[in-house]
């Protein structure tokens, strides 16, 4: 974790390395065993493949989450007033100042990408900026720039990529590996492109699961962080809820132009999903309440 003035997060910090190992032995499990079904080559060029979608989703995580939410940089000419406010949480938090982007679209929502505070990015919709008023828009900002402190974007990058193997692989498999394994059968006489595809199934599902249940956690951890920043969990707890609000009143087609990019975003943008990267809002705002009740109460 960055050394910033965010508030440390222990749980998250422990996550993350338990995500990681577990995704990286689940990777590992998938490489040896094709590998002992249908001979070396096949584990060599599973691994190599794994190791190219993590080295490329590494290196190139910003432009990929710009091009998904159909986001640009702009400069402090010509976005001052949000330039103003990084600068401001940047200085408060100690930390570098990342580029600022704006997403043309009216689903209003934020996201952080990047591979180190160094690249990072700190992207907001035009939706958002008319909807927000300054300081709840500084509580969604704060929010995002804990996720650059936390690295926990770069994380989420990474950890995908056994999950995008393996869900490759499976595509692959449900045509008969395209050429690869269709003739092929292991050692009790099974299709190669069955064992293919249960493994990669499996791999795909726990990998799915594990993202899911970090990536809920990481919100709540951001939550937290931003609102210890600010001293203002009220604001975001409000900026959460119009954002939800706006979601929902949003039309479906401008929906489905940034729903790439729904991982990243402070809020998902379907909220009716049980599979949500998201934890519910009505947990996130009872979080926010409870912070918001310790800051009230007497020092004395």
């Known amino acids: 974790m960055a050394r910033t003035r965010f508030l440390s997060d222990t749980g998250l910090t422990a996550r993350m390395t338990l995500v990681l190992f577990l995704l990286g032995a689940l990777f590992v499990a998938l490489v040896v065993g094709l590998a002992a079904a249908f001979g070396g080559w096949i584990g060599i060029l599973i691994g190599v493949v794994g190791i190219g979608i993590a080295t490329y989703q590494w290196s190139r995580s910003d432009t990929i989450a710009m091009r998904a939410m159909r986001a640009r940089e702009v400069t402090p ?40 505070p160094d690249r990072a990015v700190v992207c907001v919709t035009t939706g958002i900026l008319q909807l927000l008023t300054t300081e709840e828009l500084e509580g969604v900002l704060a929010h995002e720039l804990s996720h650059v402190a936390h690295r926990d974007v770069l994380v989420m990058t990474v950890a995908s990529s056994a999950g995008i193997a ?13 050429g690869f394994f269709g003739g092929r ?58 954002i939800s609000g706006g979601i929902e009143r949003t ?27 998201h934890p519910p809002l009505e947990k996130r705002l ?10 009230d109460r007497p020092t004395a």
């Open 166 to 178: 393996a869900g490759l692989l499976t595509q692959g498999s449900q045509y008969g590996g395209l």
């Open 77 to 116: 000419e010509e976005a001052p007033e949000l330039h103003g406010m990084i600068d401001r949480l940047c200085a408060l938090a100690d930390m570098p100042k990342p580029r600022v982007g704006i997403a043309d679209t009216r689903v209003p929502n934020a996201f952080a990408t990047g591979r180190s």
């Open 251 to 277: 039309p479906e087609r401008d929906l489905r132009q940034v729903s790439a990019g729904s991982a990243l975003c402070i809020a998902p943008i379907s909220l009716k999903s049980i599979t949500s990267t």
């Open 185 to 242: 059968r292991d050692n009790n006489g099974a299709p190669a492109w069955l064992v293919v595809l249960v493994v990669s199934l499996i791999v795909y599902a726990v990998s799915f699961l594990l993202l899911r249940l970090l990536s809920r956690y990481r919100e709540l951890s951001a939550d937290r962080a931003g609102a210890y920043l600010t001293l203002k969990p009220a604001a975001l707890a409000s900026a959460l809820q119009k």
């Open 286 to 295: 009872e979080q926010l309440a409870r912070i918001q009740a310790e800051l």
